[in-house]
């Protein structure tokens, strides 16, 4: 028997399909598809908040810079609110990277659930159902693999 994925929910085999309690033998599965369920309204929103953390200094700095300007005040008051404008602009530099790897992260999770599909018995089942995009191709791709296997026994 070979193994073609496994994790602590799914385990792929040259038999069968085993997710959580179900088990879904190879032969039975007359046909597999995917589809992408409900949009994670949550992914987004979590975008948008990493995009904005990102943008909110820079604007902060933008608009103290101005401010700066706009105001007639001495010299030494217009140097000191630009300088801090400055440093907080540049203070966006050392979260960037730990914000921008988190919004790589929810790009490679995806926005929409993911489900695998199949018809067993007759019935039409769901599989698998997961937000985690990387995570579901490499289930797809070893169900793939072990109907394709199966098939040619």
Do not use: N
Request: with cysteine; charged share 20%; proline share 2%.
């Amino acid at each position: 028997m070979v193994t073609y994925y496994s994790d602590k929910s799914v385990q792929i085999t040259s038999d069968a399909i085993q997710i959580g309690d179900h088990r879904y033998p190879l032969r039975e599965l007359a046909r597999v598809w995917h589809a992408k369920g409900a949009r994670s309204w949550r992914a987004i929103a979590g975008r948008g908040a990493i995009g904005m953390l990102l943008l909110g200094p820079l604007v902060a700095a933008a608009v103290g810079i101005a401010i700066a300007f706009t105001l007639h005040t001495s010299l030494d008051v217009t140097i000191a609110i630009v300088g801090v404008s400055c440093l907080l602009g540049l203070g966006v530099g050392p979260l960037a990277d730990f914000m921008l790897e988190r919004m790589d992260r929810s790009y490679a999770k995806g926005s929409h659930s993911l489900e695998i599909w199949a018809t067993w018995r007759g019935q039409q089942v769901m599989l698998l159902q997961t937000g985690d995009a990387l995570r579901f191709g490499q289930i797809y791709r070893a169900l793939q693999r072990a109907l394709e296997s199966s098939a040619t026994r």
